[in-house]
């Protein structure tokens, strides 16, 4: 399931998004509340535009730290048509201070439980956070299981950190992607604020 939805699956619990429906964890309260301009405030920390309502919201389990929240959307289509993005606040990697040293050790672990041949389709700079960002699309495929994955990689700076955004979209090697998912995805990460100082900035600059 991880290879499937992303590279992070087996972390999060799928829930419905802004549903009230009963979940596995149904006694908590949810982390995230609407305001009135239809903005979702995720924990007093984040605020973004939110998907649409048939996106299911993933939640990182207790103990597992891969990604702090994401969503989720079954495809039509034979297995695996699912489509997932998320916000990570520590891509993988740590020794690059630069976004393209990022993006090289990012890559190296990127889907690593599935044997995939990469392909760049596009890299450019973006405006990301209000800052300097990168953005790399490439695709992957699998010609042993015929299977292929779409994805769409962020990098942006929070302080003197770097944070990443990303999409992954699985399909059978002759299905077709559904290239919407990449507008939603813009639409959530071009809106994404942070609402107070993260906690290694609080160590670093003070509250």
């Known amino acids: 399931m991880i290879r499937k939805g992303s ?8 829930v419905a998004w802004f549903s009230g429906c009963a979940t ?10 609407m305001t009135p301009q239809g903005m979702v405030v995720w924990e007093d920390e984040f605020e973004f535009k939110p998907p649409p309502p048939d996106w299911k919201v993933l939640r990182v ?11 989720m959307r079954s495809d039509p289509g034979p297995f695996p048509s699912v489509t997932t993005f998320a916000y990570d ?8 201070a630069s976004l393209e040293g990022r993006e090289r050790e990012f890559f190296k ?4 439980n599935a044997v995939l041949q990469f392909q760049i389709l596009d890299r450019k700079k973006v405006q990301v956070l209000g800052g300097e960002g990168l953005q790399v ?15 769409r990689v962020i ?16 399909r059978p090697m002759g299905g077709s992607y559904d290239l919407s998912a990449l ?3 813009d639409r959530f990460w071009g809106s994404f604020r942070f609402l107070k100082k993260s906690f290694y900035q609080t160590l670093v600059e003070g509250p």
């Open 137 to 151: 699309d490439v695709e992957g495929k699998d010609p042993v299981k015929g299977e292929k994955v779409r994805a």
């Open 89 to 96: 606040e520590d891509p993988f990697g740590c020794t690059a």
């Open 7 to 14: 590279m992070i699956l087996c972390a999060l619990l799928a």
């Open 155 to 170: 990098f942006g700076k929070r302080g003197g950190r770097i944070v990443g955004f990303y999409i992954t979209q699985w």
């Open 61 to 71: 389990e207790s103990g597992e730290n891969d990604i702090n929240f994401g969503f």
């Open 109 to 112: 672990r990127f889907l690593f």
């Open 24 to 33: 596995m964890e149904a006694s908590k309260e949810k982390p995230y509340r």
């Open 183 to 185: 507008e939603i995805f």
